[in-house]
């Protein structure tokens, strides 16, 4: 073995020869990458958006390509009023959140279902029967997107990819270095828009999208006056069974949204 070894060593030096013209570039490609895996950790960790976020051009791309799929399934509103009104309000509320990084859209698709989503990157779409269940006050629209912008500015979609990455093994969840984030979000986010987030994230993006609609204007128990009109809805027996109640399968049960709202207000 050892005679080989003057052989590896010429081998050596005939590669840095002729290839040591990329090693700078590697040297500045993996200090960008090993710079936006410390930017990002200290993101999530701190909860406060850092100068070009790694992580909001991430949510960026894959809100693109989620905001196009939506899009491609459903149709728009074509109440152009509504539409507006959802644009004010969404990009009122937007202005206040914590990250500023993100593509804020804000739409309504023509839907008999009640629901509104929230996509990574910032899109935010109401349906419009749920809004015509918010009638004509702006307060309980604005609950209702301050809840879907909460979920965006909170990261809880990013979070709930990397709790279920760490359920698997921790060395699965590498976004930064291998672009794993792009196409870990994309197949979570379809999940999520089913199954929903954890009741104490649904919770807090109550408490912190009521605290988006004061700082713009609006009452802060707007979305809890709309809770209390969705928990006496009934289905509507034109629609497949369980479908018209489909916000109630991805979000908890309306009592204790209203109580955790109120508790909240009442001691502020």
Same mark, same amino acid.
């Given at each position: 073995?050892s005679?080989?070894?003057p052989?590896?060593?010429i081998?050596?030096?005939i590669?840095i020869?002729f ?5 700078r570039p590697?040297g500045?490609?993996?200090g ?7 930017d990002? &950790?200290?993101?999530?960790?701190d909860?406060?958006?850092v100068?070009?976020?790694p992580?909001?051009?991430y949510?960026n ?6 905001t196009a799929?939506v899009?491609?399934?459903h149709?728009?509103s ?7 009104r959802?644009?004010?309000i969404g990009h ?6 914590g990250r500023?990084q993100?593509?804020y859209?804000f739409?309504?698709?023509?839907d ?8 990574p ?8 029967a749920l809004?015509?269940?918010c ?5 309980r629209?604005a609950g @209702?997107?301050g809840?879907?912008?909460a979920?965006?500015d909170?990261?809880?979609i ?7 990455a ?8 590498v ?6 984030? @792009?196409?870990s ?5 379809e999940a999520?828009?089913e199954q ?7 919770i807090e993006?109550? @408490?912190e ?5 004061k700082?713009s &204007?609006?009452a802060?128990? &707007? ?20 479908e018209?109640?489909?916000?109630f ?7 204790r949204?209203?109580?955790a709202l109120?508790?909240?207000w009442?001691?502020?």
């Amino acid at each position: 073995m050892s005679r080989f070894i003057p052989y590896l060593v010429i081998a050596l030096l005939i590669w840095i020869f002729f290839f040591s013209h990329t090693f700078r570039p590697l040297g500045r490609w993996l200090g960008r990458r090993s710079g936006e895996l410390r930017d990002a &950790g200290r993101e999530i960790l701190d909860g406060d958006e850092v100068e070009n976020s790694p992580i909001a051009r991430y949510e960026n791309e894959v809100g693109k390509t989620m905001t196009a799929r939506v899009l491609s399934e459903h149709s728009l509103s074509a109440d152009m009023h509504l539409q507006d009104r959802v644009y004010r309000i969404g990009h009122e509320l937007a202005a206040q959140a914590g990250r500023q990084q993100l593509n804020y859209r804000f739409a309504v698709l023509e839907d008999p279902i009640p629901y509104a989503l929230s996509l990574p990157g910032g899109s935010v779409f109401v349906t419009s029967a749920l809004a015509r269940l918010c009638g004509a006050d702006d307060d309980r629209l604005a609950g @209702v997107i301050g809840h879907e912008i909460a979920h965006i500015d909170q990261r809880h979609i990013l979070k709930s990819t990397a709790t279920r990455a760490a359920t698997h093994g921790i060395l699965r969840f590498v976004p930064l270095l291998r672009g794993g984030l @792009v196409r870990s979000l994309s197949g979570r986010v379809e999940a999520l828009i089913e199954q929903g987030f954890s009741e104490e994230r649904e919770i807090e993006a109550d @408490v912190e999208g009521s605290r988006l609609a004061k700082r713009s &204007g609006y009452a802060p128990l &707007g979305l809890c006056e709309f809770l209390k009109d969705l928990s006496d809805l009934r289905p509507d027996p034109e629609l497949p069974s369980g479908e018209y109640l489909k916000y109630f399968q991805s979000h908890p049960q309306p009592a204790r949204r209203i109580r955790a709202l109120e508790e909240k207000w009442r001691s502020s």
